[in-house]
């Protein structure tokens, strides 16, 4: 099955600086590879995905970078600020046809702190 | 529109107690996952239903865990009797169009503890 590692576990910026969290992935099938924000307590929530057919996404402050060759998506958040501190999951899913069709496999999670 | 409902929020009991954790999903998404969500780590995907059927239980414990969704929209997930390494925070997830690349809504969560 898929296995998604994702790094660091742990992320400490001055706000205004930018963040990086990057996931390798090893199903070579996964094709969907979204990204969920998940604040202590809460739900995760999604804040961006990206499909196979796409290198890059981005969505005013966040993008998101996808390396199908070498299987690794990394997730890019500019001018960070205090509400953004959370823990971000990568996950991916793969195509359909294969045993694990539509499961969503999850990295282990980032646990971002943007300081004042 | 109302998001992905679950209850109880909170539960705590004993070991060897069973528990039952309830989802609504939002209105007319037709797949409906179950996670296991322990401290620190990602979700784990425990059962997947399209409408009434479950299409991926490999990971769901079937000696302690059951799971139903009898009429295709609210679900049950049941463990009986519990173990302290099944507390955790047990996520419900829903989604439109079957198992494609559609966002999955997820609910808040029930935290259980296992004494």
């Known amino acids: 099955g898929e296995n998604v590692e994702q790094h660091p576990s742990t992320l400490s910026v001055q706000e205004g600086d930018s963040a990086v969290i990057k996931c390798t992935y090893s199903?070579?099938?996964?094709?969907?590879f979204p990204w969920y924000k998940q604040e202590l307590g809460k739900r995760p929530q999604l804040i961006i995905d990206?499909?196979?057919?796409?290198g890059e996404k981005k969505d005013q402050r966040i993008a998101v970078t996808l390396n199908k060759t070498a299987k690794h998506f990394s997730l890019h958040i500019t001018e960070t600020q205090p509400e953004d501190s959370a823990v971000y999951f990568c996950?991916?899913?793969?195509?359909?046809?294969?045993?694990?069709?539509?499961?969503?496999?999850f990295g282990q999670g980032t646990i971002l702190t943007v300081h004042p | 529109e109302a998001g992905v409902v679950q209850s109880p929020r909170y539960k705590i009991i004993e070991k060897k107690q069973p528990v039952a954790f309830w989802c609504n999903p939002i209105?007319?998404?037709?797949?409906l996952y179950w996670y296991l969500q322990n401290l620190g780590q990602g979700p784990e995907l425990l059962i997947r239903?399209?409408?009434?059927?479950?299409?991926?239980d490999s990971q769901l414990p079937k000696d302690r865990f059951s799971a139903e969704r009898l009429k295709g929209v609210d679900s049950t997930l049941k463990i009986q009797p519990a173990e302290l390494g099944d507390s955790a925070v047990y996520l419900c997830?829903?989604?439109?169009?079957?198992?494609?690349?559609?966002?999955?809504?997820f609910g808040p969560g029930t935290r259980l503890t296992v004494l």
């Open positions: 997830a829903s989604s439109t169009g079957g198992a494609s690349m559609n966002e999955q809504f």
């Open positions: 990206i499909r196979s057919n796409v």
């Open positions: 209105s007319g998404h037709n797949t």
């Open positions: 239903y399209e409408n009434e059927e479950a299409v991926d």
């Open positions: 996950a991916a899913k793969p195509l359909p046809g294969g045993t694990s069709y539509g499961k969503l496999t």
């Open positions: 199903d070579s099938a996964s094709n969907y």
